[in-house]
């Protein structure tokens, strides 16, 4: 019998928006003390979409940088994870594909779940591997997180990307066999088809995501999954960085583990600065584990995945020996510090911008730092640039 072949991710690529709100001015803005953002909430700014930026352009930055690398011949699958479609018929997937010239010998579809679905796609992924080992499948999670202004979720915004690579003998982490479910009917958090705002009950959310948490990781135990004290590094779904700080809490208080915060705090650093991206948060604490100085070879990282509503799943990768020569901290660096800092009345007029609308055409000009924009409505349909 053949050993079973190593499946997991083999590279992983980050995008934001092109604009930054530093929440100290938010604060100021708003008449509350900075502290409650920075410490409370664990974040120090916010990534803000301009007009020519959304899902489909984020998501496109993202994965060209895939396409550069590895080219995009072996790609027979492209999973788009959002919750912020851009249409309720066709996929932001077929935009991408179109953006950035992938084969036409490949499926595309886009996937939904609150902040949950880009690990549905990592499963899906890994399991269209497992059948045709020569093919590689594109995966990737962009959001835009909005909420009310002057609302409690204000701080928590934000917007963002991964492009994920997966793919037999992955170069960054092997994704282990065994999954922790659970699924629950909880209005926490939604955002109705009419709506540019997520509807959101702060409180309950928490209490959602959290129990989310311990009822996956009970059902990782019961399906064979590793001892708490075999599991290096955690990263968690970060609506906000604090939530990480409660839930690797909630577990340790569930085991009656040590679990000191050393375990997880490294994984918190682009998400302080980005804010929510949804789909996109989980793994960009996993990209922020992986770019950090510590050599992380043969180590186990246990990924928490929370979509409101609720799906929660807990799984584990392993981390391969030579990544470090893929990782890409350079170039997330050099997207965050590419941002335009934006005051709050302009962050504002931008916010209350955002529409569903088609039904006027309009031509947006191109304005951010990126290769790909949102051109504007033309007959009702979407149209790109790069
Ligand atoms: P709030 O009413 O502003 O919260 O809403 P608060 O008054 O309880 O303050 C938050 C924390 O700041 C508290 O600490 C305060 O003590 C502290 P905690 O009790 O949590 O330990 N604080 C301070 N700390 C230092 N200095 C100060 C200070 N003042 C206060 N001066 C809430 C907070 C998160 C509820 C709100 O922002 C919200 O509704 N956010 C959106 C919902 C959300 O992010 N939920 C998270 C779980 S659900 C999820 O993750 C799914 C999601 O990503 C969507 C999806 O799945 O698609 C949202």
Sequence with gaps: MTSPTRIGIHDLAVATAGHVLDLDDLAAATGVDPGKFHIGLGQDQMSVPGPDEDIVT??????????????????????????????????????????????????????????????????????????????????????????DLDSAAEPTQGAGAVALLVSADPALAELEPVAGLHTAHVDDFWRPNDSVTAVVDGKLSIDAYLDGFVAAWDDYRTRGGVDIDEIDLFTHHQPFTRMAAKAHRRLAEHTGAELPAERYERSTVYNRRIGNSYTASLYLGLAALLDGDDDLTGRRIGLFSYGSGSVSEFFTVVVQPGYRDHTRASETAAALAARTP?????YRALHAGAHLGSRVDVEIPAQSPWPFHFAGVSGRARQYSA
């Excluded at 934006?342 to 302009?346: E, F, G, N």
């Design 342 to 346: 934006m005051d709050v009345a302009a």
């Design 58 to 147: 984020m998501g496109a930055t993202a994965a060209q940088q895939i396409i550069a690398r590895h080219g995009v011949d072996r790609i027979r699958t492209v999973f788009f994870a959002t919750e912020s479609g851009v249409d309720q018929s066709k996929s932001a997937g077929v935009w991408l594909h179109e953006l950035l010239g992938l084969p036409s010998t490949s499926r595309v579809v886009e996937l939904k779940q609150a902040c949950y679905s880009a690990t549905a796609a990592l499963q899906a992924a890994a399991g269209l591997v497992a059948r045709e080992t020569d093919t590689q499948v594109l995966v990737v999670a962009s959001d835009i997180a909005r909420y």
